[in-house]
């Protein structure tokens, strides 16, 4: 998410302006399902490009630690189930600990 804010920052006015105060899963959700074009000489469709790949990527990424995340708590609560049961300790907490 940060390269995608930090992109934007940088980008021709019309594409930051566009894009400029939304919400992270709006953005993605707009920026992932983008037509950006072909001629990548041109900054403003290389930007939508690369704006549309990071985009992709993050909800790829997102996707996996999900599913991460569901096949590894049955396996923390296994092993510390004290420590989830926990106000504020999820999966993630609990398998570093």
Do not use: K
């Amino acid at each position: 998410m940060n390269q995608i804010r930090t992109l934007i920052v940088s980008a021709p006015a019309e594409v930051r302006e566009r894009l400029r105060g939304l919400p992270s899963y709006q953005l993605i959700a707009q920026l992932s399902r983008s037509r950006p074009g072909t001629d990548l000489t041109d900054p403003t469709c290389a930007v939508r490009t690369a704006l549309r790949r990071l985009a992709r990527r993050y909800e790829h990424l997102t996707q996996e630690i999900a599913e991460a995340d569901s096949e590894l708590e049955p396996l923390v609560a296994q092993a510390a189930p004290g420590l989830v049961e926990l106000v504020g300790i999820g999966t993630e907490r609990g398998a570093q600990s």
